[in-house]
């Protein structure tokens, strides 16, 4: 039994368990919560299962991926078999790329420049490149990178961690680089309290240690 509630679509459309010797089917109504309306019913299109009479079939104008099926045997009654055990096929280019290696990164002020060894596969379409701020991961290119470098612009003091996939032409996806982190550093505060830097222990008094940009301790 199908039930409707509160229904205003025009359309209904119902996944009844395939009956094999099916060809018409009859629709009874019998409740309505609204007393005021009837329920119409303007036309009931049935769409019947077609059983494959050979042990043979194509499935055709698949996309590139990984298929799994099975199959199951339908009698004269309609009574349908268990499922067989799946099988799988690779259609097309289903091996991504290797993960990029090599990834380095260089600030310079708000600048972040990358680089990264070129993918040795023959079908590699460009690269993603990630960045974690966070424990969030963005792709910070809108289009693919078909070099082997970019740079990232205008970025607030921070650290930064960057990884960088490569896709082929399929648009298989590789897993990431190694992570290449680092800390972008652009002019300090023109006001603020003032820096006071700490002397280091045991080299005598005022010896700076550690000191790099907005590293240092402030006493
Ligand atoms: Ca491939």
Redesign the pocket.
């Given at each position: 039994m199908v039930e409707v509630s509160g229904n205003v679509e025009k359309d209904n459309p119902f996944d009844l368990k395939p009956s094999y010797r099916t060809s018409k089917i009859r629709v009874y109504i019998t409740a309505t919560d609204d007393p005021y309306h009837e329920v119409r019913i303007s036309e009931i299109g049935l769409l019947n299962d077609v059983l494959i009479r050979d042990v043979f079939y194509a499935d055709r104008a698949l996309e590139d991926g990984e298929y799994r099926y099975s199959v199951t045997a339908v009698d004269d009654y309609g009574f349908e078999s268990p499922p067989s055990e799946e099988v799988k096929a690779m259609v097309g280019?289903v091996?991504?790329?290797s993960p990029p290696q090599n990834l380095v990164a260089a600030a310079a002020a708000s600048q972040v420049s990358l680089d990264w060894s070129p993918n040795p596969?023959p079908?590699v379409a460009g690269y993603h490149v990630y960045r974690k701020a966070g424990n969030v991961w963005t792709k910070i290119n809108a289009a693919l990178i078909a070099g082997n470098a970019c740079e990232d612009p205008n970025l607030p003091n921070g650290t930064y961690t960057y990884r960088v996939t490569a896709l082929?032409h399929?648009g298989?996806e590789s897993f990431p680089s190694n992570e290449a982190s680092l800390r972008s550093l652009s002019s300090p505060p023109a006001s603020g309290p003032p820096y006071r830097y700490r002397a280091g222990r045991g080299q005598g008094a005022g010896t700076l240690m550690g000191i790099y940009g907005f590293s240092c301790s402030r006493v």
């Open positions: 280019d091996v991504s790329p596969e079908d082929d399929t298989n």
